[in-house]
């Protein structure tokens, strides 16, 4: 459905007008299938310039973000950690492409996350809610999550999972900007895109973790960024996802944009040694075809 339908249906379901339980039956997302999606990694110490140079060949952030449109950065925020331990998004880089986003014409940039920590600490530890309030712009926001705004939804072309809460802001953006950091997960291998969606769901989220990969696939088939950057300016090796320890990080100062969610977490898993195949997650939205997992079947240009 799109964002009009969307929201009209919502405004239903809040004020008590419809009662279904899940109320939105949205269709996948599902990526046309493309053998080359074009990804491009950047690195530079500056990162905003950083961010510049790597959206620049995709055709910068107007080729995502049109005059009006509400757009949604979702950055890692879950820890209460700082910038030099590599458990959040680095707050230079989330800024710079609200900044960007706003610059592009969008009426309102939200920056959120479902944190694992205390919210609050982890908004003002990570950086990010200062750096997004620097801005001094009022379209800009960084919010905490409120739970009154997650929805029941039907995924249908869920393999394992069947319904989920999603945060109605994520799933009514205009343009949505999936922005993870790079790092070690203890039990899924690595934390990459595909599961940073576990910051825009509700519910019991340790439940996701029994059959991990499949799940973010199948979540995947609801929620398909417009654009993936992945964070690998400081990648966390070990001890993750929380991390604390700098000797656990290794500074990259490199960043990854693709449209396309599978073959940015498939070049990002080469960053630490491993190949594609080694993350379930991957493998799983592979095989569903939610994007490329081969890397010589992608236009890789660096900058």
Not at 49 to 78: C, E
Not at 241 to 257: E, F, M, R, S, Y
């Amino acid at each position: 459905m799109d964002r009009r339908e969307f929201l009209k249906q919502f405004t239903l379901y809040s004020t008590g007008s419809i009662m279904m339980a899940p109320i939105f039956n949205i269709i996948p997302s599902v990526m046309a299938k493309n053998d080359q999606p074009q990804l491009i990694v950047g690195v530079h110490p500056n990162y905003a310039l950083l961010v510049q140079k790597t959206l620049a060949p995709l055709g910068g952030m107007s080729a995502f973000v049109k005059k009006g449109d509400r757009v949604v950065v979702k950055p890692n925020i879950g820890w209460d950690r700082t910038p030099e331990q590599s458990a959040n998004t680095h707050p230079q880089i989330v800024k710079t492409l609200v900044e960007l986003a706003l610059n592009a014409g969008a009426s309102k940039v939200q920056v959120f996350d479902r944190t694992c920590n205390v919210d609050r600490l982890c908004y003002t530890n990570s950086g990010i809610k200062q750096a997004v309030e620097s801005i001094n712009d009022k379209r800009a926001v960084c919010e905490f999550i409120d739970d009154r705004k997650f929805i029941p939804v039907t995924i249908q072309k869920g393999k394992a999972l069947k319904e989920w809460p999603f945060y109605k802001d994520a799933l009514a953006a205009d343009c949505y900007i999936n922005v993870p950091v790079a790092k070690h997960h203890r039990l899924a291998g690595l934390t990459l895109g595909l599961k940073n969606v576990m910051g825009v769901i509700g519910g019991e989220r340790g439940k996701i973790h029994t059959n991990m990969g499949q799940y973010l696939a199948d979540m995947s088939t609801v929620l398909k960024p417009n654009l993936t950057v992945i964070d690998a300016t400081r990648i966390l090796l070990q001890n993750g996802p929380q991390g604390g320890n700098l000797n656990d990080v290794k500074i990259l100062h490199t960043l990854i944009a693709t449209t396309d969610p599978v073959a940015a977490d498939a070049y990002a898993t080469t960053l630490f040694g491993k190949k594609p195949e080694d993350i379930d997650s991957t493998k799983a939205a592979y095989t569903m075809g939610l994007g490329e997992m081969n890397l010589d079947k992608m236009i890789i240009s660096r900058v």
